[in-house]
T-cell receptor, first 117, second 115 residues
């Protein structure tokens, strides 16, 4: 069975500082990986996805993530945080092979990002 | 247009009421989803429709009844809910269900309060 772990339920950075949100997956076969952002009282917005085309994936709003198979990780980064980045971020996985989980997104527990001036 | 719309934005209902949540997408997607999200938690999958047929029911209580009238619309009928059903209900769609690489697009959600 696949699972995803987000290290750190809360991350706080200063405006202009590097943002690093951690995501590790557990799967016998490298899955498809997604990062979503959720602003308060809103739905989820896709930031980026990994589908094996390239290990470094660029997304919207200046975010990017690197797939590292050896570390089973897909950490999200942004070089310079902006106040508008304050939100909750979810890492999610979907299997790329058959099984009962095929086609389903499994979400991590989420990381709340706070950006202070 | 990558928009999924949901109505209403907020809903307050008593435990004996019957209400419906609506979701619409015009992206030509053939898979649609209902999720339930409690505060400070990730979304939990409830139902998946693929080509207007119910493909997955994640053991959801029968007081929640989904319906897919056509490829663009998804409803969730609510009846005899419990206070613990209060949550944000999210609708999503994707190009197809069986292909896991397709991203899901989410609507803004309906904030449901059961009194």
């Amino acid at each position: 069975a696949q699972s995803v772990t987000q290290l750190g339920s809360h991350v706080s950075v200063s405006e202009g500082a590097l943002v690093l949100l951690r995501c590790n997956y557990s799967s016998s076969v490298p899955p498809y990986l997604f990062w979503y952002v959720q602003y308060p009282n809103q739905g989820l917005q896709l930031l980026l996805k990994y589908t094996s085309a390239a290990t470094l994936v660029k997304g919207i709003n200046g975010f990017e993530a690197e797939f590292k198979k050896s570390e089973t990780s897909f950490h999200l980064t942004k070089p310079s945080a902006h106040m508008s980045d304050a939100a909750e971020y979810f890492c999610a996985v979907s299997p790329n092979a058959g099984g009962t989980s095929y086609g389903k997104l499994t979400f991590g527990q989420g990381t709340i990002l706070t950006v202070h001036p | 247009d990558t928009e999924v719309t949901q109505t209403p934005k907020h809903l307050v209902m008593g435990m004996t009421n019957k209400k419906s949540l609506k979701c619409e997408q015009h992206m030509g997607h053939r898979a649609m989803y209902w999720y339930k999200q409690k505060a400070k938690k990730p979304p939990e999958l409830m139902f998946v429709y693929s080509y207007e047929k119910l493909s997955i029911n994640e053991s959801v209580p029968s007081r929640f009844s989904p319906e897919c009238p056509n490829s663009s619309l998804l409803n969730l009928h609510l009846h005899a809910l419990q206070p613990e059903d209060s949550a944000l209900y999210l609708c999503a769609s994707s190009q197809a269900w069986a292909a896991s690489s397709y991203e899901q697009y989410f609507g803004p959600g309906t904030r449901l309060t059961v009194t």
